[in-house]
């Protein structure tokens, strides 16, 4: 059995969910553009010339104005996966996140559900400074309606 890395298998992962069903999109700064690190470190590489500019959407560098437009497309019944390249950086649209996307089903009373997958990554050790190394999933746990997962082959 041929192993794969963590970024080809929730690249994989991406594109199975990209298949099954036309409401899904990624979005977030970087994506679907071409610079040295590649697509948000290359999880997102190759899927612009796969799905088009619509369904792979490159971003300003705004998370609030990510996380809300996200909240907003899966309000409309959209599927949103979201591209923030450093967890460290959530703590920007904690509103959005606390307040409107963990929140909006209970208080809509089920009328909407916010189906938004947010994909970050942790630079524990990498050597970016303080801003960039927090890993801040703890946080995620404790909001409702948030699922929180974190995969690791030991290798990227």
């Not at 560098?61 to 996966?81: C, K």
């Not at 307040?99 to 050597?127: C, D, E, H, W």
Request: charged share 20%.
């Amino acid at each position: 059995m041929t192993g794969i890395s963590c970024i080809e298998a929730i690249r994989d992962g991406i594109k199975e969910e990209m298949d099954r069903d036309e409401g899904v999109f990624v979005m977030g700064p970087g994506v679907g553009a071409s610079h040295p690190l590649g697509d948000s470190y290359s999880v997102t590489k190759g899927l612009k010339e796969i799905y088009g500019p619509e369904r792979v959407r490159n971003t300003p560098i705004s998370e609030t104005a990510i996380i809300s437009g996200a909240v907003g497309a899966a309000m409309a019944g959209m599927m949103p996966i979201v591209e923030i390249p450093f967890s460290s950086h959530l703590a920007i649209a904690m509103d959005e996140l606390w307040n409107q996307a963990s929140k909006l089903r209970y208080m809509s009373g089920g009328q909407f559900k916010i189906p938004i997958v947010v994909r970050t990554s942790n630079s524990m050790g990498a050597g970016l400074g303080p801003q960039y190394s927090e890993s801040p999933e703890s946080w995620f746990i404790h909001m409702p309606g948030f699922k929180v997962v974190v995969p690791s082959s030991g290798t990227i």
